[in-house]
């Protein structure tokens, strides 16, 4: 089990905005930055915002992050089929001396 | 193009040995650290060790530490991760991914960096 914590699922309909949570402590998203991944089956994990809500080339503004104390949050409006994936947050943790992940969230797009 | 590309899926017997990779390319490989992460069936990630090509500087999971070999070749851009003896528990997914960050004039820690890209994973399946 992850120190940091995501729901296990999120859902929406297409069109909708959708949030998802990553809650740590001060020994990690409290003190350092949060990344964002998206897992598709079968390709390469790709990195949808780092530095908390800075967005790579190439990723949408449809995504979104935010970090407040030791919580961290991904947003993504106008919901998209081809968004249904699993995403992990990932931050520095003090005590590991090494990166920590959530535990993932699985988005369904109803 | 900035690239990892891993080698393909493996089956193993309990016992056996094993060394995948990770080759990059579109950037100067041996300035950029490689991450191995693991992904158990049905689970999340996990951050299994990193190592710095230029010196071959490594640092490990305490999770990982003495299970698992990390290496590289410079001269082939390629990094690998390796078992001497399967067991059934280290069936999964193995990604690589350059660890890349902006760094300061006055702060390059590990913390500052994310990883970009990932290479797009090795299933590793351990059966008898």
């Known amino acids: 089990q992850s120190v940091v914590t995501q729901p296990p699922s999120a859902s929406g309909t297409p069109g909708q905005r959708v949030t998802i949570s990553c809650s740590g402590s001060i020994s990690n998203v409290g003190n350092y930055y949060v990344s964002w991944y998206q897992l598709l089956p079968g390709t390469a994990p790709k990195l949808l915002l780092y530095r908390n809500n800075q967005r790579p080339s190439g990723v949408p503004d449809r995504f979104s992050g935010s970090k407040s104390d030791t919580s961290a949050s991904l947003a993504i409006s106008g919901l998209r089929s081809e968004d249904e994936a699993d995403y992990y947050c990932a931050s520095w943790d003090d005590s590991l001396s090494g990166w920590v992940f959530g535990g993932g969230t699985k988005l369904t797009v109803l | 193009e900035v690239q990892l590309v891993q080698s393909g899926a493996e089956v193993k017997k309990p016992g056996e040995s094993l060394k995948i990779s990770c080759k990059g390319s579109?950037?100067?490989?041996?300035?950029?650290?490689i991450v191995w992460v693991r992904q158990m069936p049905g689970k999340g990630l996990e951050w299994m060790g990193i190592?710095?090509?230029?010196?071959?500087?490594?640092r490990f999971s305490p999770s990982f530490q003495g299970q698992v070999t990390i290496s590289v070749d410079k001269s082939s851009s390629t990094a690998f991760l390796q078992w001497s003896s399967l067991r059934a528990s280290d069936s999964g997914i193995y990604y690589c991914a350059r660890l890349f960050g902006h760094c300061t004039d006055t702060d390059c820690s590990f913390p500052i960096h994310w990883f970009d890209p990932w290479g797009q994973g090795t299933q590793v399946t351990v059966s008898s």
């Open positions: 190592i710095y090509p230029e010196n071959s500087d490594i």
């Open positions: 579109g950037y100067s490989f041996s300035g950029y650290w």
